[in-house]
């Protein structure tokens, strides 16, 4: 992880007068409201350790052997059951997609009227394309805007009890919110110093009612166990433990403003400023109240307006793969939760990041790991790729890996899934699933947040780069990796960078392409094989 005080970058970088000394600390605007200092950030001072008691606590929340509140015990099952036994007497026997529709309508029913922590959980869902069915996660979706806003005097209230009086802190304040979620919601404003700001406030007892709320999954979760058809890779149980580790942090916002720094130093540390993260105000930040720059720019989406005022979308996708992929590979955190809400396209091109609740720090072997995975991909070592998987948690620490790499037909030449007829292909799915759980498979969290980015990313390309070359891209992608920091990683893992090589063929196994003649592949290419695919499977 990037220690926000040490950074260093180049003396190019240093002697532009006109730049604000944190300029050099983090990938942060060049003229920013404020300029911070970490040595004299009262809010920083005890983070680490306020972070290692929040992530201490996950067990505890999440253990059966803490009775839950009784009370809301009864309510959430009650909920549960009201979803679960129709559907078992009337839908289940429909099997396939039919099935889990209708299974997903009925959960996502029970989560809107369980409230907050449930819709909370139903949104983490709602962006795991790949990782979740995809009816369960275009059901979750609509719970993207269930959660009403806190009325005005509420919000009042949580500011006037953390920053004192409103009107002695704010120039101007608009009741109405930007933007309303599970945990909190974000008003406009002005300081009496004239810079405008967003200000984060969080609902009023929502920490109470999240740890309560843990509780209750934790003793239903174990009783969902093979009852209902949620995810291959991810059970109930190890959903929720995922989720409290998820959302643990989220509810302290002195943790999400050094997420913010930590971020920012990362980008500068590697020279990616594409991306960048709005400064949190050194003295307003408290755990209910997170006051920040204000950004101005283009929602992911505006696609034509951003072509329109010149800005080349296509380099917007190469600046948001590049930089995640370095903030992971190279200092182990990234921002957890892409999605098109938590960006902003500026008017320069550059990529404005919001929101680090959920944010991804791995530990020393994670990163090796993770280090590893992508290297061995880029390479086509299938062995090493399984190795990476366990030592990121995929795979339990003593699972024999020659076994797992003959059980799922790894020792085979890769076969072209738009090839298989349908038999074939659910038949091969199923199979690999059923290994893998055999070996007792599961999705730890900082695999889950990578994959979930990962899917967020594909869709950015559809909607900006449509025609952008996907191979090419990944294999430039790659050697950029091992050109710019290919003694980094060396180092890290102990080999000679000399080794450290890319298999255009490899990377093209990856996205299931396995015939040598292809020798480009556009996202429009891409997703009509995926379409097929799916084509294939409906029709089974």
Not at 102 to 122: D, F
Not at 138 to 154: G, I, L, S
Not at 438 to 455: E, S
Request: charged share 25%; glycine share 8%; aromatic share 6%.
């Amino acid at each position: 992880m990037a220690d926000l005080s040490v950074v260093s970058l180049d003396a190019d970088d240093t002697t532009t007068t006109d730049r604000p000394a944190d300029w050099t600390l983090g990938s942060f605007t060049e003229a920013g409201p404020w300029v911070l200092d970490p040595d004299t950030i009262e809010w920083r001072r005890g983070i680490d350790v306020l972070r290692l008691s929040t992530q201490r606590q996950v067990p505890r929340l999440t253990s059966r052997s803490t009775l839950p509140p009784l009370r809301r015990l009864v309510v959430v099952v009650g909920h549960l059951l009201v979803a679960l036994v129709p559907w078992a007497i009337l839908e289940r026997r429909r099997g396939g997609s039919a099935s889990r529709a209708c299974l997903s309508r009925r959960l996502r029913v029970a989560v809107e009227r369980l409230g907050p922590t449930y819709i909370k959980l139903a949104q983490i869902v709602s962006s795991g394309e790949g990782i979740f069915p995809s009816e369960l996660v275009e059901e979750m979706k609509k719970c993207r805007d269930q959660v009403p806003a806190e009325d005005f005097a509420t919000v009042r209230e949580v500011i006037e009890g953390d920053l004192g009086p409103l009107e002695s802190v704010f120039a101007s304040f608009d009741p109405t919110p930007l933007a309303a979620a599970s945990i909190a919601q974000v008003h406009r404003a002005t300081l009496h110093s004239g810079e405008e700001v967003v200000v984060k406030v969080q609902r009023p007892a929502i920490r109470t009612q999240v740890q309560r709320d843990l509780q209750v999954m934790a003793w239903v979760a174990p009783l969902l166990v093979g009852r209902i058809p949620i995810a291959a890779l991810a059970n109930p149980p190890a959903l929720v433990e995922l989720f409290a580790e998820t959302i643990g942090e989220e509810l302290d916002f002195r943790l999400e403003a050094q997420n913010m720094l930590d971020v920012a130093a990362v980008f500068a540390a590697v020279g990616e400023r594409g991306y960048v993260v709005p400064r949190p105000h050194p003295t307003m930040v408290t755990r209910r109240v997170l006051v920040m720059e204000r950004f101005d720019g283009f929602g992911f989406d505006d696609v034509d307006e951003m072509q329109q005022s010149g800005i080349d979308t296509e380099e917007v996708v190469r600046v948001g793969m590049r930089g995640f992929t370095v903030g992971c590979m190279i200092h182990g955190i990234f921002h957890g939760d892409l999605h098109g809400g938590n960006l902003l396209v500026l008017r320069d091109g550059r990529i404005g990041l919001l929101d680090f609740g959920i944010t991804a720090r791995m530990t020393p072997l994670q990163r090796s790991a993770f280090l590893r995975l992508m290297l061995t991909g880029a390479s086509g070592d299938v062995h090493g790729q399984l190795a990476a998987f366990r030592d990121l948690g995929a795979l339990p620490p003593d699972t024999d890996l020659d076994a797992v790499f003959f059980d799922l037909g790894l020792d085979q030449a890769p076969v072209d899934p738009t090839t298989m007829d349908p038999e074939q292909l659910v038949g091969e799915i199923q199979r690999v699933i059923k290994a893998l759980l055999g070996y007792g498979a599961r999705l730890p969290k900082i695999l889950m947040l990578y994959v979930k980015n990962l899917v967020f990313l594909d869709g950015a390309i559809a909607r900006l780069a449509p025609n952008l070359d996907i191979l090419s891209e990944f294999a430039n992608l790659s050697i950029h990796m091992t050109t710019a920091y290919g003694d980094h990683i060396a180092a890290d893992m102990g080999v000679d960078p000399t080794s450290i090589t890319v298999d255009r063929e490899a990377i093209k196994a990856t996205l299931g392409v396995v015939d040598p003649d292809v020798a480009a592949l556009t996202y429009a290419d891409l997703q009509a094989r995926r379409d097929e695919i799916r084509r294939r499977l409906s029709r089974r």
